[in-house]
């Protein structure tokens, strides 16, 4: 498959426990996050957000946690399944910049 | 649920050649951008818009313009290929009303230039 990013973190984890993929963000200013999630061949796809005047932040088998203290953002993603195996990256942004950064991203594998 | 369609997913350019890159995205959004996506360097913004006839630079501007005649549409090109602009690229809309939000990608169009 394609791949997005060399030498890319990898996270490998059994089909139904938990992942935890991290993010740690460049500036203190931003204030609002995104979670987004690449297949093999596909473009980003959006998972989660959440801004700075929250700490966690629950989807449907996604959470999002943030510590602005330490500047680190976290996806937690609960019984992961094959589906799930993908890039996950964060993006944070200051708001009103209308420029999002990127970080570079995890690549997240299932073991059957 | 928005939906960002980038005409081509494959494209083979020869150098030299103007290209044309295009996007359309149906949800009425205000702003929509263009972004590279290579291995080891992650995603970089080439251009980007917030309403029609009005472009923004990136990060990585240079090689590259941009052109937003329609709302729902906003154009990429290459003035005259080049082969360090071999890559995957990557269209996104976002509302842009009030403050922020998420931007949502198309499925990218993968660019040889030979």
């Known amino acids: 498959g394609e791949s997005v990013g060399l030498h890319l973190p990898t996270l490998s984890v059994q089909e139904g426990d938990n992942s935890i993929i991290n993010c740690a963000y460049s500036?203190?200013?931003?204030?609002?996050f995104i979670w987004y999630k690449q297949e093999s061949g596909k473009g980003p796809q959006f998972i989660i957000d959440?801004?700075?005047?929250?700490d966690k932040r629950q989807g449907q088998r996604v959470t999002v946690l943030l510590n602005k203290t330490v500047k680190h953002l976290s996806l937690q993603i609960a019984a992961t399944q094959p589906g799930d195996s993908a890039v996950y990256f964060c993006a944070e942004t200051v708001e009103g910049a209308q420029k999002l950064v990127f970080g570079q991203g995890t690549r997240l594998t299932i073991n059957p | 649920d928005v939906k960002v369609t980038q005409s081509s997913r494959y494209l083979v350019k020869r150098t030299g050649e103007k290209v044309f890159l295009e996007c359309v995205q149906d949800m009425d959004h205000e702003n929509m951008f263009w972004y590279r996506q290579d291995p080891g360097l992650g995603l970089r913004l080439i251009y980007f818009s917030y309403d029609v006839k009005m472009k923004e630079k990136g990060d990585i501007p240079e090689g590259y313009s941009v052109s937003r005649e329609k709302k729902e549409r906003f154009s990429l090109i290459l003035e005259s290929a080049s082969t360090n602009q071999t890559s995957m690229y990557l269209c996104a809309s976002e509302l842009g009303r009030e403050g922020n939000q998420p931007q949502h990608f198309g499925d990218g169009t993968r660019l040889s230039i030979l």
């Open positions: 959440i801004r700075s005047n929250m």
């Open positions: 500036n203190s200013a931003s204030d609002y």
